[in-house]
């Protein structure tokens, strides 16, 4: 689990996981498309470990289920297939105070389903904010009943600007991950237990007579296409990606999460190859893979061996 890739349509979009993806990550969200999804990672690489997340439900779903039919959650996760289980929307954000019966219920719950898929691994999918987290469980006692944490997107950006886009406002600002992460540990936390998250995501921000418009894309299309010089464009910088993959071999995490895998640049348009990378094919997830599990080399290791990143056509 030390690097994972999250997948939004499975390997149908990339056709092939580059080697530093040593687990793939897959959603319930769009119930009708996961097997498909699983299947397609299956026939890209038929030995890598799977990881679902699921997001299928809601609280009071997730309460109604495991109170009066945890069976057909487990009945459900096991015709998937998969090799890891992160339940997501477990947490209450209005409790101010942890609810000690629904921790009690979800540790019932996740011994019936160990017991029930014994070769599985069961984790919790964490909010960004610790402050939701204390809220919602008591941590300390969890610690002993899960095999995993997986710590929501906190998503840091660097922007291009042009002159005239200075005085825009910056509509998503970033987070500290590490903050977050030692309010965890302080609460409780068993932080060699927690996985965390970068999503990959070209930012495009528009100001227009009706105010701001964001939409994203990615790196693959960003390299191939000129500025459009109305809008500003926020990236991902070779820095903010070796700082954020460094947390984890720094603080003694499990593992780290790339997100939307097929936002990375998939077919090397930007044509950079980083690290001990040998093509310019998925840079920020080399980045990733290799800086995450070492801390002897400095930020310039990972620079473009030929040019910058992004390689923009202005």
């Avoid at 299947?39 to 109604?64: G, T």
């Avoid at 015709?79 to 289980?85: F, G, M, P, Q, R």
């Avoid at 017991?115 to 469980?137: D, E, H, Q, W």
């Avoid at 960003?222 to 500003?232: A, E, F, G, P, T």
Wanted: charge should be negative; include cysteine; aromatic fraction near 8%.
């Amino acid at each position: 689990m030390k690097c994972m890739c999250g997948l939004l349509d499975g390997a149908n979009t990339v056709n092939q996981l580059p080697p530093g993806c040593k687990t793939a990550v897959v959603t319930v969200g769009n119930a009708d498309n996961t097997c498909e999804n699983i299947a397609a990672i299956r026939k890209a690489n038929v030995n890598i470990p799977i990881m679902l997340i699921y997001d299928f439900l809601f609280l009071d779903d997730w309460v109604y289920y495991l109170t009066n039919d945890s069976n057909a959650i487990a009945n459900h996760i096991q015709s998937l297939k998969v090799d890891a289980v992160a339940l997501e929307n477990t947490y209450n954000k209005t409790e101010k105070v942890p609810d000690g019966n629904f921790t009690n219920l979800l540790v019932k719950s996740l011994q019936e389903f160990k017991c029930a898929l014994p070769t599985m691994m069961f984790g919790i999918v964490l909010p960004a904010k610790a402050n939701i987290s204390f809220n919602s469980y008591n941590l300390t006692y969890l610690n002993n009943h899960v095999d995993f944490y997986l710590l929501k997107d906190t998503a840091p950006h660097d922007c291009i600007y042009k002159d005239h886009q200075k005085d825009m406002n910056i509509v998503w600002l970033p987070n500290d991950i590490v903050i977050e992460i030692e309010d965890l540990k302080e609460g409780g936390l068993e932080t060699s237990k927690l996985i965390y998250e970068i999503r990959l995501k070209v930012l495009s921000i528009l100001d227009t007579f009706y105010g701001l418009r964001p939409a994203d894309f990615g790196y693959s299309r960003l390299c191939s296409v000129h500025l459009d010089k109305d809008r500003r464009y926020c990236i991902e910088t070779i820095k903010n990606m070796f700082e954020k993959a460094r947390i984890r071999i720094n603080m003694n995490l499990l593992g780290v999460l790339v997100l939307d895998l097929e936002d990375d640049d998939y077919e090397g348009k930007c044509d950079c190859t980083v690290g001990a990378a040998t093509s310019p094919n998925f840079p920020l997830l080399n980045i990733v893979a290799e800086a995450s599990q070492e801390n002897t080399t400095n930020v310039d290791h990972y620079n473009c061996k030929n040019g910058n990143f992004p390689k923009i056509h202005k």
